[in-house]
């Protein structure tokens, strides 16, 4: 029966979308701040401008004074992650 609950367990975790919760801590709770005083605000972004962003941090290619900090937090977000996270930040 524990081998169940815990598969049971993990399998819903796995379907669980990406949390702004660890984004909160510099871009406020509604993503109403500018992270660390240098970044946009990116409350109101469309979902699109959201994924753009976060997949060109995750390469490289995107990015200004927090490049090298926004690299290493969506270094482990999958493509499902990120559009989760959009989908969220867009209903701000």
């Known amino acids: 029966m524990r081998k169940i609950v815990l598969g049971t367990m993990i399998a819903a975790a796995s379907l669980m979308a990406a949390s702004f919760a660890p984004c909160a801590g510099c871009h406020g709770a509604a993503a109403e701040k500018a992270a660390l005083g240098k970044s946009q605000i990116i409350k109101g972004w469309p979902a699109e401008k959201v994924v753009a962003a976060l997949k060109g941090y995750k390469d490289g290619s995107y990015g200004g004074a927090m490049k090298g900090v926004m690299k290493g937090q969506v270094a482990r977000l999958s493509d499902a992650d990120i559009q ?5 930040i867009s209903k701000f």
């Not at 989760?84 to 969220?88: K, P, S, V």
């Open 84 to 88: 989760d996270l959009a989908n969220q």
